[in-house]
């Protein structure tokens, strides 16, 4: 299918803002993806005409918002291959893995038990797994990744050692784009009796997501990077967890009957959503992926590599730039420093021309001290971006780095 990518730009009021007096280029995706007008619309439509609460009202505008909101669920399921279910609706990605870390892990880890984490992950994939480490005497131990930013497998492998109980690996590095394959290493964790948790945030926007393919115990992702509204997102669990693992939160919604002798709780996937959730949220973020499964998800990963084909060939002429994370497998995100120049600074200058780049250690400090950096320049491609801003990039920076001297 050939797709008019211009007018599937023109989806998205946003992108027609001008920054400084300059056109946008909005090169953060990674950080956040803009909204089309579909998922704008749907969340106004849910507050002017069907707002209620969930699951609690029977008049007519409970039901329609108790409906829109589970099948808002039933497209989330539907668009990552898995049964709708299985999916517990949440504010995100940190959400979703501090909730497998403290339902799932917190009651199961002892001492003499490790937390396997990969030199990649994202704080959010890190931190819940320490906090769990230092209640239960766990440890943590690290994966290490090679110079061009992809997993070292052999040493991953070797890493999964008896006393590993949980294995938690992004599915996409936020910082270096590297796509990990997360089907073959949940397969030899799951051989030796690891529990999988893959942190799907930066895979979900840009390409097929086949969560039961994969074959994780879990997988994270968020909804406001994949045209979704903030604060939505889910967890997806394997069902014998779901059953197994206690509730995180207390309070309405997730119970069957509470007496003050006990309380019932509900079934998964509503036993671990505690009070009244972000209904509109979910619901744009429904309405996010009937957009992108109309537009097709191959054809957004192919769309993306090739900007990123044409903005990395542009990035490789400019002397004295290093990019980092160079694999071969690759999601559309360039993480680049300039020679004498400041991070910040790049990103301040670029900014006063209208792009719009990431500075920063992106949330992933332990990958900065592996490459010996501070913060990197991040620039961030999705579909909606054309070759027209790739080279508007390429000519700012150019402009910025001579402003810097
Ligand atoms: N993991 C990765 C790889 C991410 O890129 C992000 C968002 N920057 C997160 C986790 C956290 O997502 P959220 O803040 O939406 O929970």
Same mark, same amino acid.
């Given at each position: 299918m050939s797709i008019d990518w211009s007018a599937v730009r023109a989806d998205f009021p946003l992108l027609r803002?001008?920054?400084?007096? /300059?056109?946008?280029v909005y090169l953060d995706s990674a950080? @956040?993806?803009? /909204?089309? #007008?579909?998922? $704008?619309?749907?969340? &106004?439509?849910?507050y002017r005409r069907h707002n209620a609460n969930v699951s609690r009202a029977v008049h007519a505008l409970g039901s329609e918002a108790t409906e829109a909101y589970e099948a808002a669920r039933g497209k989330l399921a539907a668009f990552a291959n898995v049964r709708a279910d299985d999916i517990v609706l949440c504010s995100g990605t940190t959400f979703a893995i501090n909730l497998a870390a403290y339902s799932w892990a917190l009651p199961r880890l002892k001492p003499g038990d490790s937390i396997l984490l990969t030199r990649m992950e994202h704080h959010a994939n890190i931190?819940?797994?320490?906090l769990v480490a230092e209640r239960t005497g766990a440890k943590i131990k690290v994966a290490e990744i090679n110079e061009d930013g992809t997993l070292d497998l052999v040493a991953l492998h070797a890493a999964m050692t008896p006393d590993v109980k949980v294995l938690g690996v %992004?599915?996409?590095s936020n910082v270096l784009g590297t796509i990990n394959p997360v089907r073959e290493i949940c397969r030899e964790a799951r051989r030796r009796g690891i529990a999988t948790v893959v942190d799907g945030s930066? %895979?979900?926007?840009?390409?097929p997501v &086949? $969560? +039961? +393919? $994969?074959?994780? &115990?879990?997988? %994270?992702?968020?909804?406001?990077?994949?045209c979704g509204p903030t604060g939505a997102g889910a967890l997806w669990a394997r069902r014998e967890h779901l059953e197994a693992m206690p509730p995180f939160l207390g309070g309405g919604e997730m119970i069957k009957e509470v007496r003050f002798d006990g309380t019932v709780f509900n079934d998964p996937p509503? /036993?671990?959503? %505690?009070? @009244?959730?972000?209904i509109a949220g979910q619901i744009g973020l429904? #309405?996010?992926?009937d957009y992108l499964a109309a537009i097709g998800m191959a054809n957004i990963a192919t769309r993306e590599g090739e900007l990123l084909a044409h903005a990395t060939e542009d990035l490789s002429k400019i002397d004295g730039l290093r990019i980092i994370g160079t694999a071969p497998d690759k999601a559309a995100v360039i993480s680049f420093l300039v020679e004498g120049a400041h991070a910040h600074d790049l990103a301040t200058l670029l900014d006063l021309e209208g792009v719009a780049v990431r500075s920063g250690h992106h949330c992933a400090h332990p990958l900065m001290q592996f490459y010996g950096v501070p913060a990197t320049c991040r620039a961030s491609f999705a579909f909606y971006n054309t070759h027209e801003e790739v080279e508007a990039f390429v000519v700012a920076l150019q402009k910025v780095r001579r402003l810097l001297g």
């Open positions: 803002r001008e920054v400084h007096g /300059k056109p946008l950080n @956040t993806g803009q /909204k089309p #007008a579909s998922v $704008i619309e749907t969340v &106004d439509d849910f931190v819940p797994w320490q %992004a599915h996409v930066q %895979a979900m926007p840009h390409m &086949d $969560i +039961a +393919a $994969i074959g994780c &115990d879990f997988y %994270a992702f968020t909804g406001h990077k994949m509503h /036993k671990f959503e %505690a009070g @009244t959730p972000n429904g #309405a996010a992926t």
